[in-house]
C-alpha cells in the first residue's frame, strides 16, 4: 500500500524545537524527491521545504530558512523536518508529499498531516 | 520570492455549470504551474501539472492552460464532489509559492 505516515506533531512553546517524521511505504523512496507542505487553520498552502531524492539539494520557505532543516534516511524510507526556534506563526497542520514528476511541484501523494501548535 | 495570486477568492456555482479560475504569476514562470484541489479536512489533490498536463485519473472536465505570468483552471459540467477550494503553485524558482486558493461552493 502506497502511503506517507507524518507523526511527531504537537503542542509546542515560543522558541523551542520539535521533529517531524514521515515514514513512507509502497514507492521507492529513494528515488524521489520530498517535500513538506503547511497549512495554518483555515488558511491556504505554504511551500516549506523539499529535499532531492538523494539529499544532495535542499531548498527552503523564506519563512523558515535559517530555522527549520529538512533530512532524509533512505535506509529507514523516512523524511524528516527539524523546526527549531518556532513562533507562533508556524502553528499549522504539516503534510509531507511525494513528488510525481521529477523537479516538478506535482505531488502526487501527501500524507494525512501532523498538526503542531506553537502557543 | 514570485508572488502567485488567484481569482476569484471564492465563487458560487451550481452542478453542470462551467467555471473558470486564474492564476497570475508576479513574473513570468512559463509554464510550470501545478494545480491541487482540496476538500474539507483532506489533504490537497493534484490535478494538473506542467499548466496543462492532466494528472492520470483526473476526469477530463478538469482542463488547464496558460503560460509565462496567466494561467487558468476550467473545470465543465461541475460535479457535486467538485465543490472545493483549489490551489495553484508555481514550481519555476524556489521558494515555491502558492496561490492563496479560490473555494467553489455551490
Known amino acids: 500500500q502506497v502511503e506517507l505516515v507524518e507523526s511527531g506533531g504537537g503542542v509546542v512553546q515560543p522558541g523551542r524545537s520539535l521533529t517531524l517524521s514521515c515514514e513512507a511505504s509502497?514507492?521507492?523512496?529513494?528515488?524521489?524527491?520530498m517535500h513538506w507542505v503547511r497549512q495554518a487553520p483555515g488558511k491556504g498552502l505554504e511551500w516549506v521545504a523539499v529535499?532531492?531524492?538523494?539529499?544532495?539539494?535542499?531548498y527552503y520557505g523564506d519563512s523558515v530558512k535559517g530555522r527549520f532543516t529538512i533530512s532524509r534516511d533512505n535506509s529507514r524510507n523516512t523524511l524528516y523536518l527539524q523546526m527549531n526556534n518556532l513562533r507562533g506563526e508556524d502553528t499549522a497542520n504539516y503534510y509531507c508529499?511525494?513528488?510525481?514528476?521529477?523537479?516538478?511541484?506535482?505531488?502526487?501523494?501527501w500524507g494525512q498531516g501532523t498538526m503542531v501548535t506553537v502557543s | 520570492a514570485i508572488q502567485m495570486t488567484q481569482s476569484p477568492s471564492s465563487l458560487s456555482a451550481s452542478v453542470g455549470d462551467s467555471v473558470t479560475i486564474t492564476c497570475r504569476a508576479s513574473q513570468g514562470i512559463r509554464n510550470q504551474l501545478t494545480w491541487y484541489q482540496q476538500s474539507p479536512g483532506k489533504a490537497p489533490k493534484l490535478l494538473i501539472y506542467?499548466?496543462?498536463t492532466l494528472q492520470s485519473g483526473v476526469p477530463s472536465r478538469f482542463s488547464g492552460s496558460g503560460s509565462d505570468t496567466d494561467f487558468t483552471l476550467a473545470i465543465s459540467s461541475l460535479q457535486p464532489e467538485d465543490f472545493a477550494t483549489y490551489f495553484c503553485?508555481?514550481?519555476?524558482?524556489?521558494?515555491?509559492?502558492f496561490g492563496q486558493g479560490t473555494k467553489v461552493e455551490i
Open positions: 529535499i532531492w531524492y538523494d539529499g544532495s539539494k535542499k
Open positions: 503553485l508555481q514550481d519555476f524558482i524556489f521558494p515555491w509559492t
Open positions: 508529499a511525494k513528488e510525481g514528476v521529477r523537479f516538478l511541484g506535482a505531488f502526487d501523494m
Open positions: 506542467a499548466a496543462s
Open positions: 509502497g514507492f521507492t523512496f529513494r528515488n524521489y524527491g
